[in-house]
């Protein structure tokens, strides 16, 4: 059953092709699709290739983070109220929108839930990465460039 959702959610990859194309075709600068809990926000910039933001519901992904951290991760026992950022996907983790820009967020910034954080790469798509939470950067947990797995941590936050 679940694998007939994934086959027609608004994740597939010819679905998202399509989109890019019916993009280029009528000249639109972004598309906002949502199905069930699920959301994809493709957007481009004059003369770039489109960008793909793909985003779970904020309540979802919250409690599921804090209720997997502590398993996953000895240390962090100490920050009781710190929560984490995690890569939606597999890909490669950019801390700025471009090579000679500064960085999307940066060790003490405070970030709201729609804050872009950081793009992940993956098959030359760049996902733009919301915070999800409210809160303020306590640690950044990965390079510029560095491969991520779906879930990994990214950022770890304390919560405001």
């Known amino acids: 059953m679940s694998k007939d959702k994934q086959e027609t959610s608004v994740f597939d990859v010819a679905k998202i092709r399509e989109l890019i194309e019916l993009m280029q075709e009528h000249e639109l600068r972004e598309v906002d699709l949502q199905q069930a809990e699920q959301r994809i926000r493709l957007k481009r910039g004059a003369g770039e290739a489109p ?7 904020p309540a979802a992904a919250a409690p599921v983070a804090a209720a997997t951290a502590p398993s996953t991760v000895a240390a962090p ?27 999307f967020v940066k060790v003490g ?8 954080v950081c793009l992940v790469e993956a098959m030359k798509m760049f996902n733009e990465i919301p915070a999800g939470v409210s809160g303020k950067i ?7 460039e560095d491969p991520v797995d779906n879930n990994k941590p990214l950022f770890k936050v304390v919560p405001s």
């Open 138 to 144: 306590v640690e950044c947990l990965v390079n510029n």
């Open 109 to 116: 910034d405070t970030v709201t839930p729609d804050t872009i």
């Open 51 to 57: 960008v793909v933001s793909y985003a779970s519901p």
């Open 77 to 103: 026992a100490a920050d009781d109220n710190a929560t984490y950022i995690k890569s939606p996907t597999i890909g490669t983790f950019y801390s700025r929108p471009k090579p000679d820009a500064a960085d």
